[in-house]
């Protein structure tokens, strides 16, 4: 087992220290109206909370079985690992929304149906639920949300107006939370692009001046921090993975984000949010275009139960290269699309199509010889000269 941790370790005693003296009364109060030290405030407790309650949930983990067990078809870890970082990072950033901000109702809506999935998840992890349920609980999510406001809102009257827009909520809602959940296939994958993501969220947020958006970004920021740094460790084991209740809350509460922000005046800006998260977008379309032309899936049913160890970063593994170097080689990827989503804002119309044009052709390129590369590895060319005699 991998999960035993010293509560009372130096680090750990000097973190307790640090998180109750940021939790001491008025300590907010002297920085609240100072928007960068506001920022360095909620990042820092948002970690140091999900640091020091991470160990606690190990041992919860251990007395209800939340264990995740390896086997030798998709999963790459190779001791039991308790699937409850996703609580820890679930509680640090409710305790740090619910100490730090005044709830819109938007937010409000946000917060339960994110809680939901996560529930739902959890239940998954525990008990496993057939991907029907899963789906039904994730649309059911994603329409709570949308009554309350929390809506794509581009789509014009002619078009469907709200009824597209409803539609297209729900496929952004499900398709981000989803692909959040694929890609945790290795430690740090989904929490550290997490906090890229939510990093871009609010470098965005803070440029626009929209602070509540820039403050919840950051509280998942560090919330995510606060379990990477025992999720993602060079040469040893995680010590917690997120399971499915944590890479679907993530997924879930960063696409519901997306929705949330005011990202420009023009058409093209709505974009951002998904080139900062087009990775997600790419690993899904990539799959899925490729198991239906192999006739691997057939129809949506099958979609929805098949499990392969065909995503980007299973290809990039069966490149050869190690589970690190593919965990970093994602992130900087990840990273050089959230550029590309911060020049769309700084650019005009014209600028930012050609921009997201050529963000297209990249993944397509990328695409083509990912499967093109594995495919030639799984069926070598068989020349003259591997039949030489002995």
């Known amino acids: 087992m991998t999960f035993a941790v010293k509560l009372f370790s130096a680090q750990r005693v000097l973190a307790y220290c640090a998180l109750a003296a940021l939790l001491l009364p008025g300590t907010h109060h002297l920085i609240e109206k100072r928007y960068a030290l506001n920022s360095a405030y909620l990042l820092l407790l948002s970690f140091l909370i999900c640091y020091a309650v991470l160990p606690l949930f190990l041992v919860v983990s251990r007395k209800f079985g939340l264990i995740d067990h390896p086997d030798e078809a998709r999963k790459q870890h190779a001791d039991p690992t308790p699937v409850i970082g996703g609580l820890a990072i679930y509680v640090s950033f409710i305790i740090t929304v619910f100490l730090n901000f005044h709830f819109s109702e938007e937010l409000k809506a946000i917060v339960i149906g994110s809680s939901f999935i996560l529930f739902l998840g959890l239940a ?20 709570y949300i949308i009554l309350f406001g929390v809506h794509m809102t581009f789509v014009p009257v002619y078009l469907g107006g709200i009824y597209t827009e409803t539609v297209l909520t729900v496929v952004w809602l499900i398709g981000i939370t989803n692909s959040m959940n694929f890609i945790d296939g290795l430690d740090g994958l989904a929490s550290g692009s997490s906090i890229i993501y939510s990093g871009f969220f609010a470098l965005i947020a803070f440029v626009t001046k929209q602070y509540y958006f820039l403050f919840m970004s950051i509280a998942i920021l560090g919330s995510c921090f606060g379990f990477f740094v ?5 040469g040893k084991p995680a010590l917690a993975f997120l399971g499915d ?8 509460l960063l696409a519901s984000f997306a929705l949330l922000g005011e990202w420009g005046e023009s058409i093209v800006d709505i974009v951002i949010p998904i080139l900062i998260m087009s990775v997600l977008i790419f690993d899904m379309t990539l799959t899925t275009v490729v198991r239906i032309y192999s006739g691997e899936v057939k129809n949506f049913s099958q979609w929805l139960h098949y499990t392969g160890r065909d995503h980007f970063h299973h290809r990039l593994l069966d490149l050869g290269i190690g589970k690190y170097s593919a965990t970093w080689l994602f992130f900087g990827v990840s990273f050089c699309f959230g550029i590309e989503a911060l020049a769309i804002l700084f650019s005009n119309v014209l600028v930012s199509v050609l921009i997201l044009l050529h963000s297209i052709l990249v993944f397509a390129i990328i695409g083509i010889i990912l499967v093109l590369r594995n495919k030639n590895r799984q069926h070598p060319v068989v020349t003259q000269a591997t039949y030489g005699k002995a």
């Open 124 to 143: 998954d992890d525990i008990w496993g639920l057939s991907a029907k349920i899963r789906l039904v609980g994730q649309i059911a999510a994603s329409l």
């Open 245 to 252: 209740s944590g890479a679907t809350f993530l997924g879930f």
């Open 230 to 234: 025992y999720n993602f460790r060079k």
